[in-house]
């Protein structure tokens, strides 16, 4: 199927110059002049792109951008802006916009932004498949999957870091009735706790310093579909009492408001670490966890389904196939017995990282172990006659690596996480080579 682009500007030259250039990568789309056609285009049919200009008749294209986000955040937006009005596209890209195009508009430019955003696009679209294996493990847990999906109980989903709890959750999306509504997947390790209420639940104008306008919260986003909370584990506990009334009476209120307003929400949860332990612990809410774990779905690690590594290990190269357009590499035998024995620590996402990179220094269309280079693993044989600062650096990486998995490479989250600056977290990076 043709891939879809919307295109969103008042001047019909510009228009008929981006329909045209398009049509010659073989690329379809529709115009809109003003926001109001674009928005019931957008309720018409399902766009892969969105190029808009920053100023339109009926409205702001920052705005438009934040309206995006909340109701297709599936669909990467690019915006068009005069060479004046730079500040409102970096602004623009503040609120989730791919990538921006100035007046007079490049075609080259144009043509590179339109393809990065529609690989992107693939490239995460493929990804959600990647959670199936042949192992019986895996099978059996893509039929849970098919069967909770059609339920509204709210769903806990376990595993270690990198063993795919996004994906399980949207396919659990994918599959349930709510699949034509949003999806909206939420880092709670990624968020400032002095910011986390106002991304749930949106504010009011002036309810704080910098609340310039009111904005709708992430719960508004997903109303009518489903909201992701990963790596719940790290709300902060004054949030937990809030998320808990949330979810029980399907109401929520913005900051700085005295009105509530109902939201219909379905919720999934992940954390690779042990809730039931954090509760004991007194980290984490009982009556919360007993809200949200009413369905829980344990993912093993990859170490545990070894028939699956090559499975996924041809995937993942088919879809780099699929995003860079370029000839299939393929696997040596040695690097097959190689990923097969290796334990990885940091499951399917460090195949993945293990295969880019191959792919990157592969020199023809055969990966051989020269191409294949191996993290350490987590648990590490230590000789008796190792440095005492070789040890210590091995522990040290380790941790990191693991703050900033959890934080999706985020460094301010993960240096928040390490209990270090972000200024010694960058050193450390500098150090131990992780950068």
């Known amino acids: 199927m043709p891939q879809l682009v919307l295109i969103i500007d008042d001047e019909p030259d510009i228009r008929e110059l ?101 690989k992107a696009r693939l490239k995460k679209d493929t990804k959600k498949q990647m959670i199936i294996g042949v192992s019986k493990v895996m099978q059996d847990l893509q039929k849970k999957i098919e069967k909770v999906a059609h339920s509204q109980a709210p769903i806990y989903i376990s595993g270690e870091s990198g063993t795919g709890k996004e994906l399980v959750a949207n396919m659990i999306h994918d599959y349930g009735p709510r699949a034509d509504k949003p999806f909206i997947p939420i880092n709670c390790g990624a968020i400032p706790s002095d910011l986390m209420e106002s991304e749930l639940f949106g504010h009011k104008k002036g309810s ?28 902060p506990q004054h949030m937990q009492v809030k998320l808990l009334r949330a979810i029980q009476e399907k109401v929520i209120r913005p900051v700085g408001s005295q009105n509530e307003i109902k939201v219909d929400v379905r919720i999934l949860s992940a954390t ?85 990179r191959a792919v990157t220094l592969c020199s023809n269309n055969i990966i051989s172990l020269e191409d294949i280079q191996l ?38 989250a993960a240096a928040k996480l390490l209990g270090i600056s972000f200024r010694a977290l960058r050193y450390r990076l500098e150090k131990l080579g992780l950068n």
């Open 208 to 235: 704080f310093t910098g609340a310039l306008t009111d904005k709708g919260g992430l719960f508004q986003a997903a109303d009518g579909g489903t909201l992701f909370l990963d790596e719940i584990a790290e709300l």
């Open 272 to 356: 690779n670490y042990d809730l039931s332990e954090r509760v004991k612990q007194k980290m984490f809410r009982q009556d919360l966890f007993y809200r949200i774990n009413v369905i829980e779905l344990k993912i093993p690690p990859l170490r545990e389904r070894t028939n699956d590594i090559l499975l996924l290990a041809d995937h993942i190269l088919d879809a780099m196939v699929q995003v860079s357009g370029n000839k299939k590499q393929e696997l040596s035998d040695d690097v097959k017995k190689l990923l097969e024995s290796y334990q990885f620590p940091g499951n399917v996402r460090e195949l993945e990282n293990i295969l880019e």
């Open 18 to 118: 981006l329909g045209i250039t398009l049509k010659r990568m073989n690329i379809d789309s529709y115009c809109a002049e003003d926001l109001a056609v674009a928005r019931t285009l957008l309720s018409q049919h399902k766009f892969d792109l969105c190029l808009t200009d920053m100023k339109l008749p009926d409205g702001d294209g920052v705005e438009f951008v934040d309206e995006m986000q909340m109701n297709f955040p599936q669909i990467p937006i690019a915006v068009i802006t005069a060479h004046g009005s730079m500040d409102s596209a970096i602004q623009a890209l503040k609120y989730g916009a791919f990538d921006f195009l100035t007046k007079p508009i490049d075609l080259n430019t144009l043509r590179t932004v339109v393809q990065s955003a529609l």
């Open 375 to 412: 993290s350490e693993p987590v648990k590490k044989v230590v000789s008796n006659n190792a440095a005492l600062d070789s040890v210590l650096d091995d522990i040290e990486k380790q941790k990191i690596i693991e703050a900033l998995e959890k934080t999706r490479w985020n460094k301010t």
